[in-house]
């Protein structure tokens, strides 16, 4: 299907310091967590202290629209381990403390990837005399943040990552990977199970992106993802859940709802738990306009998320970000406008202001048949 045709059938369709306490309005109307909690789902976003603690408006609009939150970047190993054995959580902390104060959930993110590393971690693996050694430069994360966050984080992103075939490997994986070098696939394996014994009640993700679209690079994606999970699930790795990131790119690579529903279906025969993590939709080359644009990524959202709703075995559904104030998308090579605009790629606008695409969000929740994982 080509990417005009998509849209228009779419558009028919769709028609570090403590965070402030009590400093956010109850909310009112209902924001997405409440329409997620219809069919038993949850809603949230990726967040960082600091937009919680000094911007006002950011603040009440996560209380009123979320009850998840996950660390934008707060809990990547980058930021709370700058030096061998010294750990700074105090980012994660004041975020899990928001989220209790608010009843909402908490996600962590990430516990092994192959980027946002400290920069002593890859001279140290290379130096490391053993393999174990080398293992225990990763489970040492794994030990010191589950636990300490266990009862308040009831999912995790274990490794997040991990395939890449355009790095030429047959099975697809990623090769350029500290992690890759200094373990092999094993690694993944190693992960799983010290998270599982770290905290044995919480939820354990493999999450990726580029899983959504018809193209083939996504093809070539999709095919590594599954074929990893068969060689996890026969040596009995302990994999709980496929988080989809869901950064779609309409401008760019047609969607196909029938071969993502093909897809998740193929998934929940591992029988995994999905969720979608990292919910937003690239705006670049989209129409001018800002109001055609934003009725453009609303049908596109509409079309993703009535495909992943309707999966029983899909749960929660998290952006990565609430607000197009604070995307990554604004500053990120490839995807940011050459005019400076902000990107439209969020629920709420950089004024906070409701867009087309949560009412999209909005609706697709109202529609969408239980899960058979009801949030807490």
């Known amino acids: 299907m080509r990417r005009r045709d998509f849209l228009a059938g779419a558009v028919a369709l769709a028609a570090c310091s403590p965070i402030p306490k009590g400093a956010a309005q109850s909310p009112s109307p209902e924001g997405l967590a409440a329409h997620a909690r219809r069919s038993g789902r949850g809603f949230g976003a990726a967040v960082r202290s600091k937009l919680l603690r000094d911007d006002p408006a950011f603040r009440a609009a996560v209380v009123r629209e979320c009850d998840v939150l996950v660390e934008e970047f707060e809990l990547k190993r980058s930021t709370t381990q700058p030096a061998p054995g010294k ?12 989220a209790q104060e608010h009843g909402m959930g908490m996600r962590g993110h990430t516990l092994v990837w192959y980027a946002a590393n400290p920069k002593w971690l890859e001279p140290a693996l290379e130096a490391a005399p053993d393999a174990g050694a080398r293992q225990k430069l990763m489970t040492d994360y794994i030990d010191t943040a589950m636990p300490r966050f266990a009862g308040r984080i009831a999912e995790w992103d274990v490794v997040n990552e991990a395939v890449e075939p355009d790095q030429g490997r047959a099975d697809g994986m990623r090769m350029d990977n500290l992690w890759w070098r200094a373990m092999g696939e094993r690694y993944i394996d190693i992960a799983f199970h010290r998270a599982r014994e770290a905290d044995p009640k919480a939820v354990l993700y493999l999450t990726d992106y580029g899983l959504e679209h018809d193209s083939p690079r996504c093809e070539r994606r999709r095919t590594a993802l599954l074929k990893l999970l068969d060689r996890l699930k026969g040596r009995d790795v302990p994999v709980d859940a496929i988080g989809i990131q869901g950064h779609l790119k309409p401008y760019k690579e047609p969607f196909n709802d029938r071969l993502f529903a093909d897809f998740l279906d193929r998934l929940t025969g591992y029988g995994v738990r999905l969720s979608v993590t990292e919910f937003d939709i ?25 495909v992943a709703l309707a999966n029983p075995a899909m749960g929660s559904v998290l952006c990565w970000g609430l607000s197009d104030r604070y995307s990554w998308l604004s500053t990120y090579p490839g995807y940011k406008w050459p005019d400076g605009q902000l990107s439209r790629v969020l629920p709420l606008d950089s004024d906070m202001g409701r867009k087309p695409l949560w009412e999209a969000m909005a609706a697709s929740f109202d529609a969408a048949p239980a899960t058979r994982y009801r949030v807490a």
């Not at 306009?289 to 959202?301: Q, S, T, W």
């Open 87 to 98: 750990y700074n959580f105090e980012g994660a902390e004041a975020i899990a403390a928001f």
């Open 282 to 306: 690239a705006d670049l080359g989209g129409p001018p306009n800002p109001e055609k644009r934003d009725r453009e990524v609303a049908a596109v959202g509409r079309a993703f998320l009535d």
